[in-house]
């Protein structure tokens, strides 16, 4: 009879023991399956990290970034009589907060009414190698509500992002402060959005042990432009003059009169302000990831004792020196955010907690002579602001945030959906931006597809 081949290194001498090398086989068969089945349920975690060392991403930034605008209009609406129809066409019902309303959702001069619907006619598409669910606000609420909600840091850019959010999960949120009632309230007060008493979703959803309606943010604004307070800027800047073991008496007394800042306005808040609010834990706070963003206020202007009239408008008039500042103090701020961490683990912490840095997004010149998306990031041909360097500031913190010294700090690389839309800014500005075009949508899109689908894969 001819011999047939092996399987295994060895030949059964008995019927029992090929019975238990065929199960044995078969047994591997089906779990092969099962593991390699997406429709199952029975999975070996352990398995993937051994044999792939890391899981693969299922839509990375620079992934979900290299896409492009399609043109895809929601509605048959071909003008608009005022925010609802806007709304509309954007896909969106409503929004929860209201400072500013016509001016977030571009309806606050009527001469500039032509631009819509095409505004907020495009859907972002990216790359086909990215597998993400499709936006879907009623389930960002269920996930903040059950695995923490979303502190929002940085300059009134942010605060376009806060804005969007309050639409993007309407009506199942509400947002204070009331404007409307007081539209006095300082730009830097404290913003949040809450569970709505009145959502349909509370019948379907578990509340956490001690979350409250009433008193739960499930998303906070702070405006914080630098990420440290002026103070600890300042400290910073000192200790770059001269290390600390060389200060003597008149040298100490020197530098305790010099100061980074001009008087141009600006707010921000210290980590050791804002930390305790990410860590801390239900009722008052409930929050899993920060998203913080900054760029758009390291500038000569502000941070004065940098800037050289010699070096020219070319130059940025030292630009490169509030460059090189900015990595000295983003690795101060990285240290100090992951150390938080770090010890609200050591004290028994066990909630998720992470960090995410959007990439900050420049403004575009001439932007209201621009109406539709671009194909490509067309180049700056003026130095308004630090736009054009911007850019390099996203590079300076992405590049130390790929350091294993910051394993709950995430730097996405999500801009470039924003660098082609022109045409998306408010109507006052070309830096600011509107609810509805799709470029803030993408960021909350993106972030929480990180934040759901992306971290809990790593292996760290």
Request: hydrophobic residues 35%.
């Amino acid at each position: 009879m001819a011999k047939g081949t092996a399987l295994f290194a060895f030949r059964p001498r008995t019927w029992s023991s090929k019975v238990l090398a065929l199960g044995a086989f078969i047994s591997l068969v089906l779990v092969l399956y099962a593991y390699s089945t997406s429709e199952s349920t029975f999975r070996f975690p352990n398995w993937s990290s051994a044999f792939a060392g890391r899981q693969r991403s299922s839509c990375s930034p620079e992934d979900w970034s290299h896409g492009r605008w399609v043109y895809s209009p929601r509605t048959n609406l071909t003008s608009i009589t005022g925010a609802h129809d806007a709304l509309a066409m954007a896909g969106l019902e409503g929004c929860a907060a209201d400072r500013e309303y016509a001016w977030h959702v571009g309806t606050d001069h009527p001469e500039e009414w032509g631009r819509f619907p095409s505004v907020n006619s495009y859907k972002w598409i990216p790359s086909s190698r990215c597998d993400i669910s499709p936006l879907n606000g009623t389930l960002i609420v269920k996930d903040m509500v059950q695995r923490g909600g979303w502190l929002l840091l940085g300059d009134s850019i942010a605060e376009n992002h806060f804005f969007s959010l309050s639409c993007l999960l309407y009506p199942h949120v509400r947002a204070t402060p009331n404007y409307t009632e007081n539209p006095y309230f300082d730009r830097a007060w404290v913003q949040n959005i809450y569970l709505s008493p009145t959502s349909p979703l509370l019948d379907e959803i578990d509340l956490p042990t001690g979350f409250s309606v009433e008193s739960t943010p499930l998303v906070t604004f702070h405006r914080v432009d630098l990420l440290f307070n002026k103070e600890d800027l300042d400290n910073i800047y000192r200790r770059t003059l001269m290390p600390a073991d060389t200060f003597g008496p008149e040298i100490e007394a020197d530098l305790a009169n010099k100061t980074l800042f001009s008087k141009e306005q600006t707010w921000s808040m210290s980590p050791s302000e804002y930390m305790p609010k990410l860590l801390g834990d239900l009722p008052d706070f409930h929050y899993g990831t920060m998203v913080v963003s900054t760029a758009g206020h390291w500038t000569t202007t502000l941070m004065s004792a940098f800037r050289d009239e010699e070096a020219g408008e070319e130059a940025g008039y030292g630009i490169a020196n509030v460059k090189s500042f900015f990595e000295i103090a983003m690795r101060e701020w990285a240290r100090e955010v992951q150390g938080a961490i770090n010890e609200y683990r050591a004290q028994g912490g066990w909630r998720p907690k992470q960090v995410v840095v959007r990439a900050y997004l420049p403004g575009h010149e001439d932007c209201h002579n621009h109406h539709e998306p671009w194909t490509e990031i067309e180049p700056y041909r003026w130095r308004w602001y630090n736009w054009p360097w911007i850019q390099d500031f996203n590079e300076i913190f992405k590049a130390l945030l790929a350091s294993p010294e910051y394993p709950d700090i995430f730097f996405l690389q999500i801009d470039r959906p924003g660098r082609l839309r022109p045409d998306a800014h408010a109507s006052g500005d070309c830096l600011h931006l509107l609810t509805g075009p799709g470029v803030i949508e993408g960021w909350s899109h993106y972030i929480w597809h990180f934040v759901s689908r992306e971290i809990p894969g790593r292996i760290r």
